[in-house]
């Protein structure tokens, strides 16, 4: 083979050499002769690397590997050369691992430690000092801030559900909302709560309640059609107002408002990332709801008691909806289920309430429960 | 005056293809590792780019890894997490505490207020990151076999590029150039090739011809606020939007000439010989045409690809052939090679084309003098640009 023309650079300035190349008599190293050195460089094939993007067709720029160099974030010697001859070129890339990558020692290392740290600092954040904040800051919420707060999140809600203007959704027939009216009474009697509580029902098919911060409940239309009678709606009620008085709903509004940021960070803005986040963010409501739900489970069925209501209704609500889950039916639930316990257990607890519980009385009576559900009417 | 011989005009070597299957490939697989492959996938885009970019057939290159990126990007999530974590959870409280019912206007300047005192807690970081990312990447430049480098002085940015804003934002504009001017200053001032130290000259008022048709825009806003006060409502409404149209021109119309302006008075001080001078002649109309009409080349291409990789999803659940759940994971992957493909799009449609012109509108005189400048000792990077990373800040490449 007969030298080429190439460019040198040596490193050390920015003066161009211009040289020629050619691989050696035994074909071990590739020679570079001529420029400012008095002998023929000698790169050892071996250690023969391209460097960059190769974005130009038929320039190869080459250096060699150097272990020694700490200095750059790739192990290369700081000469470079650049071929354009194509037969040498096809000539190198056949002989050599030129795209090889070249790693320090160590660094697995490196790797393994610093991702650790940030691992556990993240976890930290997410799992321990953010749910601790928010505990925190959602008592130092003033009230009157919170059912601001509160409507508002009801607002979207209903934005959401398909309320073209506020209040659309709204079921107001007199006779139903006094009985809602009643069984709230009923209900909170006695129990010294923080919130003046304002329940409303919705006129939507989904079968749900929330409690959104402040004192704000909702009940969905499809949880009174669903529910076995008053006492289930009770139960469900009962539920709900324990999230308020617990302040659930602030205080997860306050982690997600931390653990999402946290997340975006470090998942990213890359394809799909905000789904990802989104996923991420209910996974990790799903894990600390679930003890907000068995606390609710628990105050809900002392209220039950102290309201003298028997909690088989709610245990029928509750073995509903493993059915519900069991049958896996498209658009069934599945917004209650997710960051709820399971079902069936919930609905032996509150069976197990009901055998040790004294007398009992429906908690609104029948005319008052054909009033409540028909309160869309 | 430069008396050295020479002078270089930008090359750029980039094509459509092979930047576009890497983007293509590299968002596929950062997609595939929940946003890990994001740090080798700048990396490889950069090295593609860089190595497109040259003069006097002599390319760039860019000597980053992905792995230190990565590392970066972990030693900068143990601070942030701890800093942004706690801050954005305080900036909802204030946010709820403060919520809605603002009756007077004294509340309502409380309330932006508290959201503003909160941002500007992160603020101090997203100038830090920007500094250093400006070092790592010129760090990892290399042209002719040198190094690039800047100095580690990103907290004297931070405190400036507050102060600068700042008066900025006080003088509605009007004292926009002096930042532009001053922070482009410490920046080129601490910038090396090699040996040789980049030096910003000129004066902040020279930036103010390049802000020539904001004030146009400005003039025509001041009509259709004549014609308002007038109540000519559909004139002034009519001049009203050219003058949205014509400052949204004007904003970009600055960002070009003041380019041209810094670039025209940067030099490259050669130890030992006469500086190397720069010009440069993009076009603002060029620009904009790669910026509107690639955009809506991109958008358009995007919607045919998501109709034609979502349809078949749809056919088969229209037909209920095969079970819903089957199809969840191949519709998630037709998704993200979709986002994946309108991603690369936008690379090669608005900003290849962009660079290119800008690029190969730039010239360097007194060239010569190069050949005296020496190797600079390398950076450590510093966090390999993991701030940056981690607060999501960065330009196309």
Known sequence: MLPVPARYYDGITATRQNVRAMLSEDGGALLILGGAQPAPLEWPLARLRAVGGAARKGHLVLALHDPANRADARPLAPARLTVTDPALIAALRARCHLARRDRRPGMRGRLVRRGALAAAAVGIMLFVILPRMADTLATLIPVER???????????????????????????????????????????????????????????????????????????????DDATGPDAVAGVLAHEIAHVEARDATR??????????????????????AAAVFLGER??????????????????????????????????????????????????????????????????VAEANAADQRATSPVISDAEWQALLAICD | ??????????????????????????????????????????????????????????????????????????AAIVILAVYLGAVQMI??????????????????????????????????????????????????????????????????????????????????????????????????????????????????????????????????????????????????????????????VGLLSYRVNAFVYL??????????????????????WNVLWQMVGGSMAVFAATGLVFGLLGAGPLLL?????????????????????????SGALWLIWVAQPILRHVVTRCTAQGTGALNGVAQRAGDSGADAEGFADALDIGGAF
């Not at chain 2, 011989?5 to 950062?30: C, D, I, K, N, S």
């Not at chain 2, 008075?265 to 006469?274: K, S, Y």
């Not at chain 2, 659940?317 to 994946?340: K, N, R």
């Open chain 2, 91 to 248: 900036l909802f409280y204030f946010g709820l505490t403060l919520f809605g019912a603002a009756e007077t206007q004294a509340e309502l300047f409380l309330q932006f207020g508290a959201f503003g005192i909160t941002s500007l807690a992160i603020l101090p970081l997203v100038f830090f990151a920007q500094y250093r990312a400006r070092r790592y990447r010129l760090a990892r430049t290399r042209w002719r076999g040198l190094r690039f480098g800047a100095e580690a002085a990103a907290w004297g940015y931070v405190w400036r590029a507050m102060i600068y804003w700042a008066i900025a934002l006080l003088s509605l504009g009007l004292l926009w150039p002096l930042m532009t001017f001053r922070l482009a200053q410490y920046k080129a001032d601490r910038s090396w090739y090699g040996n040789a130290r980049f030096r910003q000259n000129g004066r902040w008022t020279g930036l103010y011809a390049a802000m020539k048709q904001l004030f146009v825009a400005l003039g025509l806003m001041v009509l259709a606020a004549i014609f308002a006060a007038i109540q000519l409502y559909v004139l002034a409404g009519l001049w009203a939007t050219l003058g949205a149209i014509w400052f949204s």
């Open chain 2, 1 to 74: 005056m430069t008396h050295e011989q020479g002078r270089l005009g930008g090359e750029y070597h980039g094509t459509q293809g092979p930047l576009f299957w890497l983007a293509v490939r590299t968002a596929m697989l950062t997609a595939l590792t929940l946003g890990v492959y994001r740090f080798w996938a700048k990396t490889r885009i950069r090295r593609y780019v860089w190595s497109s970019v040259g003069a006097d057939g002599d390319a760039f290159e860019y000597t980053g890894t992905g792995l230190e990126k990565f590392l970066g990007f972990l």
């Open chain 2, 263 to 284: 670039t025209e008075n940067l030099v490259l001080e050669v130890p030992g010989a006469d500086d190397v001078t720069f010009g440069t002649s993009p076009q603002t």
């Open chain 1, 283 to 348: 996974v990790m409501r799903a894990s600390y709801t679930r003890e907000a739900e068995t606390g609710a489970d628990r105050f809900a069925l002392r209220m039950l008691n102290n309201a003298g209501v028997s909690s088989r209704g709610m245990a029928a609500f509750f073995d509903g909806l493993a059915e519900a889950e069991q049958e896996g039916g498209p658009g069934r639930l599945p917004t209650y289920l997710s960051s709820h316990p399971d079902s069936a257990a919930r609905a032996d």
């Open chain 1, 252 to 273: 997860h509004a306050l982690r997600a408002a931390g653990s999402a940021g946290l997340l975006s960070m470090v998942i990213g803005d890359v394809t799909g990332g």
């Open chain 1, 146 to 224: 919170e059912i601001t707060f509160g409507r508002s999140v009801v607002a979207q809600i209903e934005r959401a559900l398909g309320a073209t203007d506020l209040g659309d959704l709204d079921c107001t027939a007199p006779a139903g909302t006094a009985a809602l009216e009643v069984m709230t009474r009923r209900l909170s009697a006695g129990a010294d709560l923080r919130y003046r509580l304002e329940v409303r029902v919705l006129d939507h098919a989904m079968v749900n309640a929330f409690a959104a911060p402040g004192g704000q409940i909702v009940i969905m239309r499809g949880l009174l």
């Open chain 2, 317 to 341: 659940i229209g037909l209920e052939a095969v079970p819903l759940h089957v199809l969840i994971v191949p519709s998630v992957l037709l998704y993200m090679l979709a986002l994946a493909i």
